[in-house]
């Protein structure tokens, strides 16, 4: 007779408190329950602690149980008994007859050796055990206080595998929750507050505008304060939540959460093998970064931001402004950034000059001449030039020369058209395209010989005083080397400017004198910086002017879906740093080329999934504008350990906390605070029924180009590391095949046809892992079709690297779904995401009522085909 037992453990102490756990073993009269007694931590187990088993008979067909026996043991039985090991009889309710045995081991992380082999049975080749369950994780080295404070309410699993030696090996699960997933878009929402609001003051900072860029002007500030306001709205919503440290599918669509990404944890394996050192293999699922709550009817970002591009051109035309293309307004944002870091920068260390004593002066004089450097490199863009010349001509009461020496006239039919900027000629736009925005030839101003002279005269003072000082100092230092002739090597200013001061100087007054200088010097520059910024900063309000209500709906999507994939790539590198602390090769490589981020996505290429990948390629390429720096905590609390953001939207930083201990023992560069860059790459494969239908009937082009671009990506990360640093410091694998061969493996597939690839996804999670990486899978809701490709990784990996006994590949991969079923992960069926594993999926919901159909001819044949098409895709 084919059955299932069921058995349930029940703990039990002087209070009679019950725990429960709940089992089954299928179509076996001998069973191995893949599941163990958790024994929660707020209530200890003790010597008399009792545990009771209790085993049913359930019948396939009905779905309906009958008791079968029961048994109970105390703690202190198993830990007195040889080899910790208890046969116990299951007797019925009434304690009269004996129905059968059942065999309670214990079993210990760590404690695997040859000798333990030695009761397997025959039987036990075809089983996989869980041998320990708990909802709070294990404590040891893992879960100290640094891990504690970024990862909590763990799940942890422990299995025992055979190997194909006949030894045992044990295989730990440890899923746990990051308050990360909170935390990081709480705070990225207020750096946007407070990014807009500086962005509302800098626009009036302008000063007095023409009466057409001043109303320009006072509509973009009501659009940054309308962002302002719903942000706020946002964070206090989110300030209210309490619970869980994650957002679960199901309010995947609510507004005040979209900020935050869904069902991010960690996943983390620990394989403990005989004679071995022990293995780590990690990697964060979370759902794909994309704007759920705004919906994917238009499409996702990628498109979006391309349809409104080509709007803003003719935006512009009906603006009066000079059309910017993305990588302009990208590099006045950076120029932008640039002012504000350096010019004080440059100010303080011109006040640490004067301070400095004699014999110290070269040294900061040639940190001041680096960072003015810095200064001039970043200015000297002709954008700046060309934006100062808009900005003086949308002043009120500009007059151009053409309107005050003979009338305007139509331009001719074969002439080209000027673009003008309210007064600026077409000869000072940016690109090429901008030509393609006509408006009135009429108003092309005439001032270029009086603002270039202007610019000029600036630069030429900031290269005058620079010079003065760093004659002062070279005098000074003839003066201690006893008038010795020293030749003065070629300063940044003689490259701005050939003027050289050359004058007697007073030795005795010598820091009154030099602090003038560096007076002047300070002037200048603050000079230059408010110009440059202004100039900026005019560009920036072209670009708002002309964009639309979609432009502010584009930019709260995108930092909607930023803020998801940031948050992921925060708790990946958080817990990859964590793991590779006392790894130096890891550590070098860490600041030598940065890390490689490796997305996975099991999105198809149909329907709104379509959207959910622009949106995400678009979130994963915007982190490439993201940096991490490691500092030392204040102390060793929750608070002083969380990772802090700053920046602006065109780069920000996050700041990982750690421990003193541990900050001490990192490399030089680490302690110093250099900046660490992530490197990441996204790769897609759809493996779904809709996936079927979309490389049937319809375009996978954006799926084939994201591969191919990553790729690109991927394989340029590997010419750097290995260029920079030796095999040495990657960690080593039991398989030998190397990387250059499996990235030629992988540019393969990534241009071969082939329906649903995934050779592609293991090929980029293995390159990912032997070069140090940090692995992410994703799916719609990181629900169903990523648990099925992190167990499968998961097994493959104990195949491959551990030498999983073959036939217990399938059984251990059951046993981890299984599992997973058991905790509801992979229960929810809310949309078709696990192809044949769907035993209980109900219908489908495109075969409509035939009824409602029947009225029309046409709308029954429609009705057959569809039918058909998914009919063939379900089951193929």
């Known amino acids: 007779m084919s059955s299932r037992y069921r058995a349930a453990t029940k703990r039990r102490k002087t209070d009679a408190r019950n725990i429960y756990s709940l089992q089954t073993g299928k179509r076996t009269r001998d069973p191995v329950f893949p599941s163990g007694v958790s024994f929660p931590l707020d209530c200890p187990v003790y010597n008399d602690t009792f545990i009771k088993v209790s085993v049913y008979g359930v019948s396939d067909e009905q779905q309906s149980s009958n008791f079968l026996g029961t048994s109970r043991f105390s703690v202190a039985d198993l830990l007195h008994s040889k080899d910790q090991q208890l046969s116990l009889s299951l007797r019925t309710a009434d304690d009269s007859v004996t129905v059968g045995t059942v065999l309670v081991s214990r079993m210990k992380m760590g404690e695997i050796e040859d000798g333990e082999v030695d009761h397997i049975t025959a039987d036990m080749h075809q089983k996989c055990t869980l041998v320990y369950e708990s909802s709070h994780g294990i404590n040891d080295k893992e879960n100290g206080p640094i891990m504690n404070t970024v990862f909590q309410n763990a799940v942890c699993k422990v299995y025992r595998f055979q190997t194909v030696d006949s030894k045992w090996m044990l295989v730990r699960e440890q899923m746990a929750e990051c308050t990360l997933s909170f935390s990081i878009p709480k705070q990225l929402i207020g750096l946007c507050i407070q990014e807009d609001t500086c962005r509302i003051q800098e626009l009036k900072d302008l000063g007095e505008l023409s009466p057409h860029w001043h109303n320009l002007r006072k509509d973009v500030i009501s659009r940054y304060e309308q962002i302002i306001k719903e942000y706020q709205d946002t964070l206090v919503e989110l300030e209210k939540l309490t619970g869980p440290s994650f957002k679960p599918s199901c309010s995947k669509g609510q507004k005040y959460l979209e900020f935050i990404p869904i069902n991010l944890h960690t996943q983390r394996m620990r394989v403990t093998c005989p004679r071995k050192t022990d293995s780590c293999y990690d990697v964060v699922t979370v759902g794909a970064p994309a704007a759920h709550s705004q919906g994917f009817k238009n499409g996702g970002l990628q498109k979006l931001l391309s349809k409104y591009e080509s709007e803003k051109k003719s935006y512009s035309t009906a603006y009066q402004c000079i059309y910017y293309p993305p990588e302009q307004t990208t590099k006045a944002r950076e120029i932008l950034s640039v002012v504000s870091q350096l010019q004080p920068h440059i100010t303080a260390l011109a006040d640490q000059l ?18 003015t450097e810095q200064f001039v490199h970043a200015l000297k863009d002709e954008l700046v030039k060309s934006a100062l010349l808009a900005l003086h001509a949308a002043r009120p009461g500009y007059v151009s020369k053409s309107q005050t020496s003979a009338p305007s006239s139509p331009p001719e039919p074969n002439e ?80 701005i400017t050939s003027h050289s001061p050359d004058r007697p100087m007073d030795v005795v007054d010598w820091r009154d004198q030099l602090g003038v200088l560096v007076q002047s010097l300070k002037e200048c520059v603050l000079d230059v910086a408010e110009r440059a910024r202004h100039s900026v900063i005019f560009v920036l309000l072209q670009e708002a002017a002309c964009s639309t209500a979609q432009g502010l709906q584009l930019q709260q999507r995108r930092d909607t879906v930023f803020s998801q994939a940031l948050t992921a790539l925060a708790c990946g590198f958080v817990m990859r740093l964590y793991a590779g602390l006392e790894d130096k090769g890891f550590l070098r490589q860490l600041h030598a080329v940065g890390l490689v981020a490796q997305f996975e996505s099991l999105l198809s290429t149909y329907s709104e999934e379509i959207g959910m990948l622009e949106d995400m390629e678009v979130g994963i390429s915007d982190l490439t504008r993201v940096t991490f720096r490691i500092t030392e905590a204040l102390s060793e609390d929750s608070a002083s350990l969380t990772p802090i953001i700053s920046g602006r939207r065109d780069r920000y930083t996050v700041e990982v906390p750690l421990p003193h201990d541990a900050f001490q023992t990192l490399p030089d560069e680490l302690r110093q605070g250099k900046l660490l860059h992530v490197i990441p790459v996204l790769f897609n494969v759809g493996i779904n029924e809709q996936q079927t239908i979309a490389e049937r009937f319809g375009d996978i082009s954006l799926q084939e180009r994201i591969n191919q671009k990553n790729f690109e990506i991927l394989e340029g990360y590997y010419k750097s590391l290995s260029n920079t640093l030796p095999s040495e410091c990657l960690p080593s694998f039991q398989t030998q095949t190397d990387i250059k061969e499996l990235l030629e493996t992988l540019g393969q597939n990534v241009v071969t046809k082939k329906r649903k690839n995934v050779e592609i996804l293991w090929l980029a999670g293995t390159i990912c892992r032997r070069m140090n990486g940090i692995r992410f899978t994703s799916c719609k809701s990181a629900k169903d079709r990523t648990s099925m490709s992190v167990t499968l990784e998961q097994c493959c990996l104990l195949r491959d690297e551990h030498q999983l006994n073959k036939d217990y590949f399938v059984r251990a991969l059951d046993c981890m779904r299984s599992g997973r079923l058991a905790q509801g992960e992979l229960a929810q069926w809310d949309d078709p995401e696990a192809g044949s594993i769907a035993i209980n999926k109900p219908a489908s919901r495109h075969f409509y009522p035939i009824a409602l159909l029947l009225v029309s001819s046409h709308l029954l044949v429609v009705w057959l085909i569809l039918s058909l098409v998914f009919l063939l895709a379900k089951y193929q």
């Open 354 to 371: 004067l301070q400095s004593p004699r014999d110290a002066l070269r040294d900061t004089l040639k940190s001041l001449e680096d960072k």
């Open 416 to 495: 080209e058209p000027n673009v003008v900027c309210n007064n600026v000629n077409s000869s000072q736009t940016p690109l090429k395209e901008s030509k393609a925005s006509p408006v009135r030839s009429d108003s092309i101003p005439h001032h270029k010989e009086y603002d270039e002279e202007e610019w000029d005269r600036v630069w030429a003072s900031v290269a005058k005083s620079l010079n003065s000082v760093i004659a002062m100092v070279e005098k000074l230092q003839e003066q201690d080397n006893n008038n010795q002739e020293s030749t003065p090597c070629q300063t940044l200013a003689d490259v």
